[in-house]
């Protein structure tokens, strides 16, 4: 039996033994689940520059094994040197959950809070193989927009979730939830925060870095705060940047017909933009 065979048997075993709801509670296994293959049949994130030099890659290291009980460091040391110097990256891809990943009815995650099973609900849309663009490397769309830098910040940020009441509120950092926090129905019962860079030292070296040594990640506009719906939200936000656009390059009344709408087309929704423009003072629009 190959490695992929193997992974399946014990992956069955598994789910056999655990409901989906179990292993939301769960959070980091008990157990150090075995490794698992590579999976070619899916998209997967491009190698990222080598930025760090020995020493920081110790640092980043260190920084991913703080979410492991230490008689697991050894094992995962090595393994996490050799995904950081593979792909730039340290994912933990051990670590990603055997269940399918794709947004359930809100009433199947084990939840204290209603709103809390809607954020789940969420996380797990945005990871779903048939909407994220590189779903285990945790990347949504934009080829870097992540929902969370590693499937660590994933298991422990749907167990915190599963366990918080409506006086709580979880406080996210790029992808690492840094704990529940004492606060009121009325609050937020998540504040998220992603790329907090200074501006001096945010260039796109920077942001790679940084990324790599696992103390930030680039969430876009709505993988990070776990609310993607794909072309129609930039069908949104672009509508009202170019009627705005109008408003203000436009004499009062005066029509837009026969006006010509440059784009440079730049982005993964680059067509769309054009296609805003028809429909929205068009009706229609033929490319």
């Given at each position: 039996m190959?490695?992929?065979?193997?992974y399946s048997e014990t992956s069955n075993l598994l789910n056999s033994a655990m409901t989906f709801q179990q292993a939301i509670l769960q959070g980091i296994p008990a157990q150090l689940p075995p490794k698992?293959?590579?999976?070619?049949?899916?998209?997967?994130?491009?190698?990222?520059?080598?930025?760090l030099s020995p020493e920081e890659k110790?640092?980043?290291?260190?920084?991913?094994?703080?979410?492991?009980?230490?008689?697991?460091?050894?094992?995962?040391?090595?393994?996490?040197?050799?995904?950081?110097n593979t792909y730039g990256r340290i994912y933990m891809y051990r670590f990603r959950p055997a269940y399918s990943m794709y947004a359930r009815p809100v009433n199947e995650y084990p939840a204290k809070s209603q709103h809390a099973a809607c954020i789940m609900l969420m996380i797990q849309n945005n990871l779903n193989p048939a909407v994220a663009q590189h779903p285990h490397e945790l990347i949504t769309y934009g080829g870097n927009g992540a929902v969370f830098q590693n499937w660590a910040q994933y298991l422990l940020t749907m167990q915190y979730l599963a366990t918080m009441a409506n006086?709580?509120?979880?406080?996210?950092?790029?992808?690492?939830?840094?704990?529940?926090?004492?606060?009121?129905p009325a609050a937020p019962r998540v504040v998220v925060t992603n790329g907090m860079m200074i501006p001096n030292?945010?260039?796109q070296d920077d942001w790679e870095k940084y990324n790599a040594l696992g103390v930030t990640?680039?969430?876009?506009?709505?993988a990070g705060s776990y609310m993607y719906?794909?072309?129609?939200?930039?069908?949104?936000?672009t509508t009202?940047?170019?009627?705005?656009?109008?408003?203000?390059?436009?004499?009062?009344?005066?029509?837009?017909?026969?006006?010509?709408?440059?784009?440079?087309g730049l982005g993964e929704w680059r067509a769309t933009q054009s296609w805003k423009y028809c429909r929205l003072y068009y009706g229609m629009c033929r490319s």
């Amino acid at each position: 039996m190959g490695l992929s065979g193997i992974y399946s048997e014990t992956s069955n075993l598994l789910n056999s033994a655990m409901t989906f709801q179990q292993a939301i509670l769960q959070g980091i296994p008990a157990q150090l689940p075995p490794k698992q293959p590579y999976n070619t049949s899916i998209s997967h994130a491009p190698k990222r520059k080598d930025m760090l030099s020995p020493e920081e890659k110790k640092l980043a290291i260190r920084n991913a094994l703080r979410y492991f009980p230490a008689e697991w460091h050894g094992e995962l040391a090595q393994e996490f040197w050799e995904e950081l110097n593979t792909y730039g990256r340290i994912y933990m891809y051990r670590f990603r959950p055997a269940y399918s990943m794709y947004a359930r009815p809100v009433n199947e995650y084990p939840a204290k809070s209603q709103h809390a099973a809607c954020i789940m609900l969420m996380i797990q849309n945005n990871l779903n193989p048939a909407v994220a663009q590189h779903p285990h490397e945790l990347i949504t769309y934009g080829g870097n927009g992540a929902v969370f830098q590693n499937w660590a910040q994933y298991l422990l940020t749907m167990q915190y979730l599963a366990t918080m009441a409506n006086e709580q509120t979880l406080h996210i950092y790029s992808g690492h939830p840094m704990g529940l926090f004492p606060s009121s129905p009325a609050a937020p019962r998540v504040v998220v925060t992603n790329g907090m860079m200074i501006p001096n030292y945010s260039k796109q070296d920077d942001w790679e870095k940084y990324n790599a040594l696992g103390v930030t990640q680039y969430g876009q506009m709505t993988a990070g705060s776990y609310m993607y719906i794909g072309p129609q939200g930039i069908v949104h936000g672009t509508t009202i940047t170019v009627m705005n656009a109008f408003r203000k390059q436009l004499a009062a009344g005066e029509s837009t017909a026969g006006k010509i709408f440059l784009t440079s087309g730049l982005g993964e929704w680059r067509a769309t933009q054009s296609w805003k423009y028809c429909r929205l003072y068009y009706g229609m629009c033929r490319s």
